[in-house]
């Protein structure tokens, strides 16, 4: 083995793995079309389910416990409800709510389940009714729910991971907008994550259809060249992610140039270091990159830094993004 490759080896678990129905502790309460619903209770028809998936949308939504106490802090609650919308727009369907409504149901169901840790929230909407149609049609009035569970941060828990370029090439706008967070996007990823894992890989990284870098399966992704965060624009196939939008002031506010261009995959390569971004993923430094080691294979100072800004914004613990925490009234 030469001194720029590292052997294959078994993934190890990342920001996000898959879990059984019987590991997953539910919630109580969720909130379903204006009310909150016992989770028990909040079923639709099997044959409800098929076609008015294709053009359902949803978010990711951290809520923190606050540093040093019992508080609960949303974080970037407005835009995340704010891209619900906007992701509605963009599939056709229509939203029977107020951003404002959404943001209440939100709070109304952590208090609900009396959350006090770390939670994952997911709002989502679908169109409703017995849909049989294979084209779910223009203005669809949907369903929406917001779902919710505890997702301890693993902002400094996650190994670096093994990250590999997948055969797998990113959406496009002109194909299935990436700009719209909708389930069918998703399943894009989800192939480029099973060819990773089954190459002894963690997370893969797609390139776009004009063979330069876009993101990962559900995260945004950043390199460090010589001091400088370079992440690819919008335009290469991103979803417009509040996380990486973060990162960006968090990293302008620490002094760090910052480039927002096209990248190519052998850029990765050449990288002094590599992070994804996301809700879920938070700030996950890659160690490896198609067998090449990133930097040392350790999380580099540029992605520590912004891993504990990113923890003080979110607890609390910085005061100086004050819109960008809601706190959960008890």
Request: aromatic share 8%.
């Given at each position: 083995m030469s001194?720029?490759?590292?052997e294959?080896?078994?993934?190890v678990d990342?920001?996000?793995?898959?879990l059984?129905?019987?590991?997953v502790?539910?919630?109580?309460?969720?909130?379903?079309n204006g009310q909150?619903?016992?989770?028990?209770?909040?079923?639709v028809?099997?044959?409800?389910?098929?076609?008015?998936?294709?053009?359902?949308v949803?978010?990711?939504?951290?809520?923190?416990?606050?540093?040093?106490?019992?508080?609960?802090?949303?974080?970037?609650?407005?835009?995340?409800?704010?891209?619900?919308f906007?992701?509605?727009?963009?599939?056709r369907?229509?939203i029977?709510?107020s951003?404002?409504?959404?943001?209440?149901?939100?709070?109304?169901?952590?208090?609900?389940?009396?959350?006090?840790?770390d939670?994952?929230?997911?709002?989502?909407?679908?169109?409703?009714?017995?849909?049989?149609?294979?084209?779910?049609?223009?203005?669809?009035?949907?369903?929406?729910?917001i779902d919710?569970?505890?997702?301890?941060?693993?902002?400094?828990?996650?190994?670096?991971c093994?990250?590999?370029?997948?055969?797998?090439?990113?959406?496009?706008?002109?194909?299935?907008?990436?700009?719209?967070?909708?389930?069918?996007?998703?399943?894009?990823?989800?192939?480029?994550?099973?060819?990773a894992?089954a190459?002894?890989?963690d997370?893969?990284?797609?390139?776009?259809?004009?063979?330069?870098?876009?993101?990962?399966?559900?995260a945004?992704?950043?390199?460090?060249?010589r001091?400088?965060?370079?992440t690819?624009?919008?335009?290469a196939?991103?979803?417009?992610?509040?996380?990486?939008?973060?990162?960006?002031?968090l990293?302008?506010?620490?002094?760090?140039?910052?480039?927002e261009?096209?990248v190519?995959?052998?850029?990765?390569?050449?990288?002094?270091?590599?992070?994804?971004?996301?809700?879920?993923?938070?700030?996950?430094?890659v160690?490896v990159?198609?067998?090449?080691?990133?930097?040392?294979?350790?999380?580099?100072?540029?992605?520590?830094?912004?891993?504990?800004?990113?923890?003080?914004?979110?607890?609390?613990?910085?005061?100086?993004?004050?819109?960008?925490?809601?706190?959960?009234?008890?």
């Amino acid at each position: 083995m030469s001194d720029d490759t590292i052997e294959p080896r078994e993934p190890v678990d990342g920001a996000i793995r898959g879990l059984a129905a019987s590991d997953v502790a539910t919630a109580r309460w969720l909130w379903r079309n204006g009310q909150l619903v016992p989770w028990d209770e909040a079923t639709v028809h099997i044959t409800a389910v098929g076609h008015s998936s294709v053009a359902a949308v949803f978010e990711g939504i951290k809520a923190y416990r606050a540093a040093g106490g019992q508080r609960l802090l949303v974080f970037r609650l407005d835009e995340h409800v704010d891209r619900l919308f906007a992701s509605a727009r963009i599939c056709r369907t229509r939203i029977p709510y107020s951003a404002g409504e959404l943001r209440d149901a939100v709070l109304d169901v952590l208090r609900a389940n009396e959350y006090r840790d770390d939670t994952y929230i997911r709002p989502w909407a679908f169109p409703s009714g017995l849909i049989r149609e294979q084209m779910v049609p223009a203005a669809a009035v949907c369903e929406v729910v917001i779902d919710t569970w505890s997702f301890a941060s693993q902002l400094f828990t996650a190994k670096a991971c093994r990250a590999a370029v997948s055969s797998w090439v990113r959406v496009g706008d002109s194909a299935m907008p990436p700009r719209a967070k909708a389930f069918s996007n998703y399943h894009n990823g989800r192939l480029a994550v099973i060819e990773a894992k089954a190459n002894g890989h963690d997370w893969p990284i797609l390139l776009n259809d004009r063979h330069q870098v876009s993101e990962g399966a559900g995260a945004c992704i950043a390199l460090v060249r010589r001091g400088t965060v370079v992440t690819p624009p919008l335009t290469a196939g991103v979803l417009e992610s509040v996380t990486r939008a973060t990162a960006l002031t968090l990293l302008a506010d620490a002094g760090v140039p910052v480039e927002e261009r096209t990248v190519d995959r052998t850029e990765l390569y050449l990288a002094d270091e590599i992070f994804f971004l996301g809700t879920a993923w938070e700030v996950l430094p890659v160690g490896v990159v198609d067998g090449l080691p990133v930097g040392d294979g350790e999380p580099g100072p540029v992605t520590r830094l912004l891993q504990h800004a990113y923890h003080d914004v979110v607890r609390g613990v910085r005061l100086d993004h004050p819109d960008w925490i809601t706190e959960v009234p008890r």
